[in-house]
């Protein structure tokens, strides 16, 4: 059975998508960021890297959610896409990796998680953050899915971070990208979506980001001990 390392947050929350539409079956395995468990040996084994999410597929491990996803649509024959749609689905997905996710991440990291404001850094990130977003939603007009005619992992992908887009761009910022507005919908009325919303409210996560959980989610910003 294949083990996730889990915490609820946008990665995380994509692989764990991929397998609720797929059925495979899986363990779920809480990772506290926030409490540091990301730094044990046990999981440091399972991804050097010291991030979630990854997976243990019976002695196989994959970490980053765009490798695990391709590894699991490549192995399942799940959710690949078309045959003919291979380039078209491997640029979006790296797209996603190097430049949706990346950015996104960064924007929420400076206007939200930042000890001080920094102008610059915060419309550096935004600013690119809308850029994405625009290049998506003229790509979709007329689209209902990423690539291709049929859900693919690129859906999924992209899902994890635009999911977040109220939180990074402001709560009426989805308003100015109305066809990527209508292939999230799309997406997040999906079955699979509302039971992935679900995994991890019986796991007592630690919710609050002090100077503590600061310190183990970024513990290159300290010096070393």
């Known amino acids: 059975m294949i083990k996730l390392f889990f915490h609820p ?11 609720e539409e797929t059925s ?29 999410p990854a997976i ?8 980053d959610s765009t490798a695990i996803l391709l590894y699991l649509a ?15 689905l491997l640029s979006w997905m790296m797209f ?14 400076f206007k939200h998680m930042a000890p001080e404001k920094l102008p610059y850094a915060i419309n550096r990130y935004e600013r690119e953050t809308q850029r994405h977003y625009e290049v998506l939603e003229a790509h979709l007009e007329n689209r209902q899915y990423l690539v291709g005619d049929s859900f693919s992992i ?11 887009g109220p939180f990074i761009l402001g709560e009426e910022a989805m308003a100015s990208y109305p066809n990527l507005q209508r292939w999230f919908d799309g997406i997040n009325s999906r079955p699979a979506v509302a039971r992935v919303r679900e995994l991890g409210k019986d796991l007592n996560f630690k919710t609050e980001r002090d100077e503590a959980a600061r310190r183990e989610l970024f513990p290159q910003n300290y010096p070393k001990t």
């Open 9 to 19: 947050t946008p990665n995380p929350l994509k692989v764990a998508l991929y397998l």
């Open 24 to 52: 495979l079956p899986y363990e779920l395995v809480p990772v506290d960021t926030l409490k540091g468990e990301q730094h044990l040996a046990g999981f440091r084994s399972i991804n050097p890297n010291g991030k979630v």
């Open 56 to 63: 243990d597929d019976n002695g196989v491990r994959v970490f």
């Open 74 to 88: 490549e192995k399942s024959g799940h959710l690949a896409g078309a045959p003919q749609d291979r380039a078209e």
């Open 96 to 109: 996603i990796a190097s430049g949706v996710g990346p950015y996104s991440g960064q924007a929420v990291h």
């Open 154 to 164: 690129a859906d999924i992908s992209a899902w994890g971070w635009i999911d977040k």
